[in-house]
């Protein structure tokens, strides 16, 4: 990408990135990212101050951007409390619906306890919300469940998926706006916005 990058900026032209991290110094690129670390580190903060202490995180994908950065916010969310997540409940997988389905069965096959799942995206989150319907587990009653992204959907899902909001529409449109004025904003062409958690009715104090 960073090849790319030069090769458009001779030719006049931009390289930009929207909703992942620089390529690193002296890269030419316009970038819109949001934090996506402070995103998972609120979200987590909001399960461990419902009293929730064994939380499984689904969906972990080791090398990806996002997904270091939704980790980073998770771990140091525990940190602060003197906590530290259970290896045991943090599961590998893509970005998927049958991936959370897949890996929530075998959370519940193996017997692990835990009391709440924070998804790695929302269409992760609906496959878990399926597995944990199947194995007769309630939500939120018995298993809070939060997902990453609100997208549309979250609203129709039953119940209401709490989830971290990220600014779809606003990157793109300070993308294209840093890029097209990149000459007359050259000290702006690397912005990060912000998240924040959406609740709804899938979280829930524990008893």
């Known amino acids: 990408m960073a090849h790319f990058a030069h090769g458009l900026d001779r030719v006049g032209s931009r390289f930009v990135l929207v909703g992942r991290p620089p390529l690193g110094p002296g890269i030419p690129a316009t970038v819109v990212e949001y934090d996506n670390e402070g995103g998972a580190f609120a979200m987590t903060t909001h399960l461990l101050s419902a009293g929730h202490r064994r939380i499984a995180y689904v969906g972990r994908m080791p090398g990806l951007s996002t997904s270091g950065q939704r980790i980073s916010g998770f771990s140091c969310a525990h940190e602060l409390l003197g906590l530290a997540p259970d290896p045991e409940l943090m599961l590998d997988g893509h970005f998927t619906r049958s991936v959370g389905y897949q890996l929530t069965r075998e959370l519940l096959a193996g017997g692990r306890e835990f009391t709440a799942v924070f998804a790695a ?35 129709d899902v039953y119940p209401a998926l709490t989830t971290v909001n990220v600014p779809q529409e606003e990157l793109g449109r300070a993308a294209v706006r840093l890029a097209l004025h990149r000459d007359d904003l050259p000290d702006s062409q690397h912005l990060v916005l912000g998240t924040h958690v959406v609740l709804r009715d899938s979280t829930r104090r524990v008893r």
């Open 121 to 155: 995206t929302d269409m992760v989150a609906a496959g878990v919300i399926q597995a944990l319907r199947e194995g007769g587990r309630r939500i939120p009653d018995d298993v809070a469940v939060a997902g990453y992204d609100d997208i549309p959907v979250d609203r």
